[in-house]
T-cell receptor, first 116, second 116 residues
């Protein structure tokens, strides 16, 4: 069966450009998470969706970051006016249930964003 | 606030050696879950184990074993008879049930290199 997929796998942007990162979760998974992983660090939480509802966006670092999941499946993370400090790997994860304290999160391969 | 500490940044062993990866966590919640994930060079996080805060039994799965001690807030991971394929970055993570926060809090990871 298909796992979590993300596209593009690599993205190079010039400072100031807008980027959009896509996540296709496992079919039927209710919960979807976005994490940011800086080089040599562990993933850090950005935002969480339960179906189409964005229930937690406390980890988004600034108002330049925006995420959506309009139909409760595919999600897009958008970064406006990219800055060099946005360079990182962006990981998407999905889990079957709504209470992810218990449920295992399945991770995608990530999108490596480099801002020049 | 929740926190996960992996003090070992990098460990290098020779194949067939046993190795233990340390994880110390902080939480005010009484109900929480602890996880270990493996991140091979391909970048995709692979789930290894989940434990809840009420189950302190050690667990063994093949060459892998986990030692959970609430008294010291530790959840250590041991690989017996290490193999080259075990080379990866390993992350310990925490999820709290009581706060309702569904995201995982990761440690900074331990890079394990197994030399042939």
């Amino acid at each position: 069966g298909a796992g979590v997929s993300q596209s593009p796998r690599y993205k190079v942007a010039k400072r100031g450009q807008d980027v959009a990162l896509r996540c296709d979760p496992i079919s039927g998974h209710v919960s979807l998470f976005w994490y940011q992983q800086a080089l040599g660090q562990g993933p850090e939480f950005l935002t969480y969706f339960q179906n189409e509802a964005q229930l937690d966006k406390s980890g988004l670092p600034s108002d330049r970051f925006f995420a959506e999941r309009p139909e409760g499946s595919v999600s897009t993370l958008k970064i406006q006016r990219t800055q060099q400090e946005d360079s990182a790997v962006y990981l998407c994860a999905s889990s079957l249930g709504a209470t992810s304290a218990y449920n295992e999160q399945f991770f995608g391969p990530g999108t490596r964003l480099t801002v020049l | 606030a929740q926190k996960v500490t992996q003090a070992q940044t990098e460990i290098s062993v020779v194949e067939k050696e046993d190795v233990t990866l340390d994880c110390v966590y902080e939480t005010r919640d009484t109900t929480y879950y602890l996880f270990w994930y493996k991140q091979p060079p391909s970048g995709e996080l692979v789930f290894l184990i989940r434990r809840n805060s009420f189950d302190e039994q050690n667990e063994i799965s093949g060459r892998y074993s986990w030692n959970f001690q609430k008294s010291t807030s530790s959840f250590n991971f041991t690989i017996t008879a290490s193999q080259v394929v075990d080379s990866a970055v390993y992350f310990c993570a925490l999820s709290e049930l009581g706060t309702g926060r569904r995201a995982l809090t990761f440690g900074s990871g331990t890079r394990l290199q197994v030399q042939p």
